[in-house]
C-alpha cells in the first residue's frame, strides 16, 4: 500500500490550501483516515480524522473550524481543505489510513503559511 499526498506548498497568512492523500495498493475504503501534522522541533500532532463512511469527523481544537477533513472512497482518497490558514499551521503535514489492525502512512507535504 502506498499513500501519496500532495497540495501543499507557501500560502500566505488567512489564505487556502486543499491537502490531497490517495491511497494505491488495495481498497482502504474501510479504513478511517485522518491528517497529523508535524512542526521543526516538535512532535506529531493530530489535526482530523474521518471514519470509513464519511459521517463521524473529529478535530484538533486548533484547526476547528478552520479545516474540513472529507474522503472518497471510491477513489480511495482523503482531503484536507485549509482556510483561514495561520503561520502557526506551518508544518508538514501526513495522511494516514488505519483500522484496528493496520496503519499506513503517507509521505508528508510541506505547508508554510507565511505572515
Known amino acids: 500500500v502506498q499513500l501519496q499526498a500532495s497540495g501543499g506548498g507557501l500560502v500566505q497568512a488567512g489564505g487556502s490550501l486543499r491537502l490531497s492523500c490517495a491511497a494505491s495498493?488495495?481498497?482502504?475504503?474501510?479504513?478511517?483516515m485522518g491528517w497529523f501534522r508535524q512542526a521543526p522541533g516538535k512532535e506529531r500532532d493530530f489535526v482530523a480524522a474521518?471514519?470509513?463512511?464519511?459521517?463521524?469527523?473529529n478535530y484538533a481544537d486548533s484547526v476547528k473550524g478552520r479545516f474540513t477533513i472529507s474522503r472518497d472512497n471510491v477513489k480511495n482518497t482523503v482531503y484536507l481543505q485549509m482556510n483561514s490558514l495561520k503561520p502557526e499551521d506551518t508544518a508538514v503535514y501526513y495522511c494516514?489510513?488505519?483500522?484496528?489492525?493496520?496503519?499506513?502512512w503517507g509521505q508528508g507535504t510541506q505547508v508554510t503559511v507565511s505572515s
Open positions: 494516514t489510513f488505519y483500522n484496528y489492525y493496520s496503519t499506513y
Open positions: 495498493g488495495r481498497t482502504l475504503s474501510s479504513y478511517s
Open positions: 474521518i471514519n470509513s463512511s464519511g459521517g463521524s469527523t
